[in-house]
T-cell receptor, first 113, second 115 residues
């Protein structure tokens, strides 16, 4: 079946540091890939997405590139802020998968001033 | 516009009881999906409804069931509760049932504690 593997956290960074959260996937076919963010006490929010190989999703300074050859979709940000502290989830869906998302286990990011 | 609302936000039940959780999607959205979030298993897909029809179901026992009404509101029911059912239950809605094209909007969740 399909699966998503994320690096375990927490990831602890100082403000303005560079962020990378690794995500790799296993899927039969060509999935669409997503990063979601969950702030404390809230539901998930879509951060960015990419629907085909070599696409780059970007939003709020975050970026991720869909790499088919390495089955990866790593999340990066050049300079993190305290307000970026949250849990980040990598996810995939198949074009035949209706609204079903398969999630990684999440990576907590803690940014200190 | 109003977001996805879930009621109740918190619930405490005893083992063996049953529970019903409710989800009101964003106005105009026809697809509603449910997920269970636990520290050990992460986010796991329960089921998805579109226009009152269950389109997809995750790998959960038959104690977990759901339905969708004509106004797209959805409920999920868990019967004969077990301690392991303690979790955050998240509902997501979207315009259509294609997650690759249509953004999923998540509610804040219902925190279920089984004692």
């Amino acid at each position: 079946g399909n699966s998503v593997t994320q690096m375990e956290g927490p990831v602890t960074l100082s403000e303005e540091a560079f962020l990378t959260i690794n995500c790799t996937y296993t899927a039969t076919g060509y999935p669409s890939l997503f990063w979601y963010v969950q702030y404390p006490g809230e539901g998930l929010q879509l951060l960015l997405k990419a629907t085909k190989a070599d696409d780059k999703g970007s939003n709020k300074g975050f970026e991720a590139t869909y790499r088919k050859e390495t089955t990866s979709f790593h999340l990066e940000k050049g300079s993190v802020q305290v307000s970026d502290s949250a849990v980040y989830f990598c996810a995939l869906t198949m074009s035949s998968g209706y609204s079903t998302l398969t999630f990684g286990k999440g990576t907590m990011l803690l940014v200190s001033p | 516009k109003a977001g996805v609302t879930q009621t109740p936000r918190y619930l405490i039940k005893t083992r063996g009881q049953q529970v019903t959780l409710s989800c009101s999607p964003i106005s105009g959205h026809r697809s509603v999906s449910w997920y269970q979030q636990t520290p050990g298993q992460g986010l796991q897909f329960l089921f998805e409804y579109f226009s009152e029809t269950q389109r997809n179901k995750g790998n959960f026992p038959g104690r977990f069931s759901g339905r969708q009404f004509s106004n797209s509101r959805s409920e999920m029911n868990v019967s004969t509760l077990e301690l392991g059912d303690s979790a955050l239950y998240l509902c997501a809605s979207s315009l259509e049932d294609r997650a690759d094209f249509y953004e999923q909007y998540f509610g804040p969740g219902t925190r279920l504690t089984v004692t």
